[in-house]
Each structure stands twice: as structure tokens, then as C-alpha cells.
């Protein structure tokens, strides 16, 4: 496997995976509020945490005679035998982050919000003199009212964050899970992402949601498009992203919430001069859906997705699975997108001031016809469990993640994550 692709990879995931803490990180008792004045309101939320971690596992198969395709599976320096062992104090799968809300009441029918956030992750790179800067990861502002929501700016995109949440809640907002596939990165962890849990990303966009009918509402969203470079480089087009979702409360804090979301986009190959080409399009698409609730102590989701050229780790990701790349400029099959699907089951049973976790989930890649001779990955699969207790503000976390990773011509890896630390939340 190529370093260079696998630490290309890492730094993409590890950022999208911050996205959690912008979502998730203000605890049950609400924002802190700053000032409160002649309608205007400005609040901060944010958590700091760290946590040991102890992975052991076997590297990435070496398989001289097929070599396994890049892109699946953890990377790292192994020993004389091809396996792992490596100790980390790093980020959690929600990172370190502030975030400031201001909000102004303009009017009845009119309120408007802005959010600002801030993350950055614990570690150093490997390196103790190596700085560490914050991430200006998130900034929009929206309108509200009778008529529903307007959004401007960056932020979490719709497809498929209905998986993410679930992940967060019920799975890893005080752990870590899988560290992504270069143990050596930078940056929160991956929870359950790339095994059955896909991530939406950060992008910037302009959001539109309906107000709630019987609980049912509407989002759509266009969004600034993305590239595969070395592929397609032209969009002409915006990406777009819509979820359908229903929510139902009930007493004591009994809740479901429900969602199927979808993305299109138009990618086009860019031309050359020098050498004229066919022109070749693609159209990525993608569609997700799941529900989670909440009875008593009892919690619950199940999610899935699948498309073409959507990737394992996140929307839209530029890694060698996503597009077959020829060896050859005529050879057939050239440039075309392959097909993902994931599916991912998350519980968790909360008695008293404790969370049990336990989850499961899968992401495969189905290759192409051409695809015959390449030692393409098969399937990721994740199983996890986790035990986080709270103490007022401050919560600690035990959590354990056992990754598999298969490859079409029967090559194997198993990778074992071990996970201790705690977080703070305000």
C-alpha cells in the first residue's frame, strides 16, 4: 500500500470526523449564555477530552503475488512478522472544540442565528516540537421562522449524517472507536465510520428546511461541488443533498426520529489540448436511511446506504476505490465509478448515570467487471463496545473496537483497538 495515499486518506477522514462535535457537544443542560440583552443572545458551548489508546492487530497484508489495493484496511509501521502494536494519547472521536452561537429576534416571523466553531485535536503529530493549530472548522448563518429555515454557509451536509448521529449518541460521543486506517495520524478518530457508517463531511451550502408538519419535515440543500482529481476535475454543476425526516416525542424522554436522505452531483473529465480525449461523464449518487429511538433506558439505531462513487469513508472521497483508473488511455472500462453499500446497528442501555454501548456495522465495495486481476478490499467490518460514566460534567470513557478488513482474493486483517479517557462538556 503507498503511504502517501493512506496518510491522504487519514487527514480527510480524521477532519470530517471532527464534524461530530459540532452537532453533538452541548450537554443535555444547554448553552452557556454570555450575554442576554435587547434581543440580542450569545452562547458558547464545547468539550475538551483526551484518551490512552493501545492498538494490536495485524498490518496490511503483503501479498507479493497480488498486491492489495490501496485505500481499506490500517496502516502502520509493523514488525518482523507484519503485525502491530502501538501506543497513542490522542483525541476522542469528538474532538476537543468551542463553539459560539449569537442569536437575534428580529421579528415575529423572523430569527436570526449564526454559529462559529472552533476544534482542534490534542495530539502533535509524533513530533513534541511540531505546532498545533485550530481548525476554523464551521460558520453559517440561518434564518427562521413560520416558513421554516434558510441556511448559508459550512456546516455538516444532509447525507447521510442520520448514520453519524447515531454513531455519536448511542456509539462514541464519549469514546473513540476505530482510529482510522493510518494509526501514525493526525486529528478525532473514526468511531464507526468506514464500517457501516458513512460521513457527510463539512461543506459549504445553501440549506432550506420546511417547518414540521405533524413531524414530518424537508430539507434540501446545494452544495459547493467536489472533485476526484486525476479523474474528474470539471463539475458544471452543484451537488445537491435532501432528507426527508420524522420525529416523535413522547413523555420521559422517549423519542424516534427517522430519515431517508439522497445526493446527486455531475462530475465531468477536463480536456486537454495536447492531447485530445472523449469528454467522459459521471454522476455519483447516493441514498441513506435509518431510524433511532430512545424508550426508557433503553436506546436503538440501525442505518444504511449505498451508491455509486460515493466511497467507504466519506461522501464523495477521492481515494483509488472510488474510480477505476486504466492502465491504459483506451483500455475499457475507464474512469468508471464503483458501488458502495453499509449498514450499521448501534444500542445502548443507560441505567442510572452509566452507558453500555454495543455496535456493529459493515461497509463493502462491489468491484467492476474490469476489476478482474486487482486485489480490490471486499468489506470493512466493525464490532464495538463501550462503557462511559458521568460525573456531573465530566465523563469516563472505556471503549473497545475489533476491525476486520477482507480483500477479494481471500486476504485478511484484524485490528484491535483498546480506548481510556475522559471528557469534559460544557
Known amino acids: 500500500m503507498k503511504r502517501g495515499t493512506q496518510k491522504r486518506i487519514t487527514k480527510v477522514v480524521s477532519c470530517l470526523t471532527v464534524a461530530a462535535a459540532s452537532l453533538f457537544c452541548a450537554p443535555a443542560r444547554g448553552e452557556l449564555t454570555l450575554y442576554d440583552n435587547d434581543g440580542w443572545i ?3 458551548d464545547g468539550r475538551v477530552n483526551g484518551f490512552l489508546t493501545y492498538t494490536r492487530g495485524g498490518n496490511i497484508p503483503q501479498n507479493t503475488a497480488n498486491p492489495v489495493f490501496p485505500g481499506g484496511g490500517v496502516e502502520d509501521q509493523p514488525d518482523n512478522q507484519n503485525n502491530l502494536e502501538i501506543f497513542r494519547v490522542r483525541t476522542g472521536f469528538a474532538s476537543t472544540a468551542i463553539n ?3 442569536k437575534r429576534v428580529v421579528s415575529e416571523s423572523l430569527t436570526v442565528k449564526a454559529k462559529m466553531g472552533i476544534w482542534w485535536a490534542i495530539e502533535s503529530k509524533r513530533n513534541v516540537d511540531q505546532p498545533n493549530y485550530p481548525d476554523a472548522r464551521e460558520g453559517y448563518l440561518k434564518l427562521e421562522g413560520p416558513w421554516g429555515g434558510l441556511l ?4 455538516l451536509a444532509l447525507f447521510p449524517r442520520g448514520s453519524i448521529e447515531i454513531n455519536f449518541l448511542y456509539g462514541h460521543g464519549y469514546g473513540v472507536g476505530n482510529q482510522c486506517n493510518n494509526l501514525q495520524g493526525y486529528g478525532p478518530a473514526c468511531g464507526h465510520v468506514g464500517h457501516g457508517v458513512q460521513y457527510p463531511g463539512f461543506s459549504a ?3 432550506y428546511n420546511t417547518p414540521s408538519l405533524a413531524g414530518l419535515t424537508l430539507s434540501g440543500g446545494i452544495y459547493d461541488p467536489v472533485t476526484l482529481p486525476g479523474s474528474y476535475e470539471r463539475t458544471p454543476l452543484p451537488r445537491f443533498q435532501g432528507e426527508l425526516a420524522y420525529d416523535l ?3 420521559g424522554g422517549d423519542s424516534l426520529h427517522a430519515y ?3 445526493l446527486w452531483q455531475r462530475l465531468v473529465q477536463k480536456g486537454s489540448n495536447t492531447a485530445p480525449v ?3 461523464t459521471a454522476d455519483p449518487w447516493g441514498v441513506g436511511f435509518g431510524m433511532r429511538g430512545q424508550v426508557g433506558i433503553f436506546k436503538a439505531g440501525v442505518s444504511s446506504h449505498l451508491g455509486r462513487g460515493i466511497g467507504l469513508w466519506y461522501a464523495l472521497e477521492n481515494t483509488p476505490n472510488t474510480v477505476f483508473i486504466p492502465t491504459a488511455p483506451d483500455m475499457p472500462g475507464a474512469y468508471a465509478l464503483r458501488s458502495f453499500d453499509g449498514y450499521y446497528a448501534q444500542t445502548m442501555i443507560s441505567p442510572g448515570k452509566t452507558d453500555i454501548a454495543v455496535g456493529v456495522g459493515i461497509s463493502r465495495l462491489k468491484a467492476l467487471a474490469f476489476d478482474a486481476g486487482r486485489n480490490l478490499l471486499e468489506s470493512q467490518r466493525g464490532i464495538s463496545v463501550g462503557v462511559y460514566h458521568h460525573i456531573d460534567a465530566v465523563t469516563v470513557g472505556l471503549d473497545y473496537f475489533r476491525g476486520d478488513y477482507r480483500w477479494v ?3 485478511h486483517q484484524g485490528v484491535n483497538f483498546f480506548n481510556a479517557g475522559t471528557t469534559f462538556v460544557w
Open 205 to 207: 451550502g445553501v440549506v
Open 409 to 411: 482474493m481471500g486476504d
Open 278 to 280: 472523449t469528454i467522459l
Open 100 to 102: 459560539f452561537h449569537v
Open 260 to 262: 431517508v436522505a439522497g
Open 249 to 251: 416525542a413522547g413523555s
Open 42 to 44: 450569545v452562547a458558547t
Open 152 to 155: 448559508v454557509g459550512r456546516t
